[in-house]
């Protein structure tokens, strides 16, 4: 009776550990891939910032600069340090921007503003280094421009000895002033007023 009882506790035991022996296998062979398996690589994140393209200037630093954009096309204007004249570009592509134009402008100015109003363009150039004694009163020259076709601009008039110019967009002018007097220039055509309604029998 004692070695039965006995035998029977020693089988429960054995059992007991068998069991626990096979769970911890179990465990262990599922395991298994999860340790021995290379850790996956991330992923490169390739980014599309930062600098996509890179031009020479061939007329000195950039004063000012001017996109225009027409006919579902972009254009570059760059006002130089080293004259008047205005550097153009195509810039539809901006990671292959290509120069289609130059403009020459007068020797020992630069361009120092762009003001454009519908398809005409005013750009201002000054002479020397402005100082801290002079005024906006110090005068520019300032020419117009046809810019019907970004890529080609006509040159309209040339305005010596301008003091002070400002465009009105909503009507289409540009104002210069200079030693002659005041000019008003017709930039774009005015948009047609709406009819009025007639009241009355």
Known sequence: MKGSLQDKTHG???KSVSRAVVVFLAIGIAA???IFAKPKAKKD???NLGVIAHLQLDGGTATRMLLVQKDGKQYLYVGLSSSSGVCIFDVAKPADPRKVEKI???GGAQAADFQLVGDTLA?????GEATASSSNARPRSVTI???SDPAN???MQTF???TSVVADDARGLIYLSNGEGLWVMQAKQPQKAEALGSYGG
């Not at 750009?123 to 002479?127: A, E, H, K, P």
């Open 12 to 14: 429960r035991v054995i």
């Open 32 to 34: 298994a891939p999860s």
């Open 45 to 47: 994140v390739v980014s």
């Open 104 to 106: 020459a402008g007068a």
């Open 123 to 127: 750009v201002t150039s000054r002479i």
């Open 145 to 147: 421009l046809n810019m």
């Open 153 to 155: 601009p006509q040159q």
């Open 160 to 162: 010596a000895d301008v």
